[in-house]
Nanobody, 121 residues
Framework: EVQLQASGGGLVQAGGSLRLSCAAS????????IGWFRQAPGKEREGVSC????????YYADSVKGRFTISSDNAKNTVYLQMNSLKPEDTAVYYC??????????????WGKGTLVTVSS
């Protein structure tokens, strides 16, 4: 059974940083894509950043480019999202998600429970 365990959310002031972690179990990264999505109150869920396990290709939403960095440790089946220069509009529940085959930050097959990130102004 594939499980995705996200952690690292919390409350931070604007301009601050947080690092999210997503540990995958029951699955070995192999030509897959894993990443982060978020959903703010009253808004649709959006893709934030994804990374390919095969060649390290990355995707970033325009709203986070230059501020967020995604990385992976395939040996630990763990993906990280380093979030710097956080803004109040980054406040959302962040979800880790896995696409089993192929590159893309869409069509995810598995979802973890979210972790709340709150950025105060």
């Amino acid at each position: 059974e594939v499980q995705l365990q996200a952690s690292g959310g919390g409350l931070v002031q604007a301009g601050g940083s947080l690092r999210l972690s997503c540990a995958a179990s029951g699955f070995t990264f192999d030509d897959s894509a894993i990443g982060w999505f978020r959903q703010a109150p009253g808004k649709e869920r959006e893709g934030v950043s994804c990374i390919s396990s095969s060649d390290g290709s990355t995707y970033y939403a325009d709203s986070v480019k230059g501020r967020f960095t995604i990385s992976s440790d395939n040996a630990k089946n763990t993906v990280y999202l380093q979030m710097n220069s956080l803004k109040p509009e980054d406040t959302a529940v962040y979800y880790c998600a896995l696409r089993v085959r192929g590159w893309g930050c869409y069509g995810m097959d598995y979802w973890g429970k979210g972790t709340l990130v709150t950025v105060s102004s």
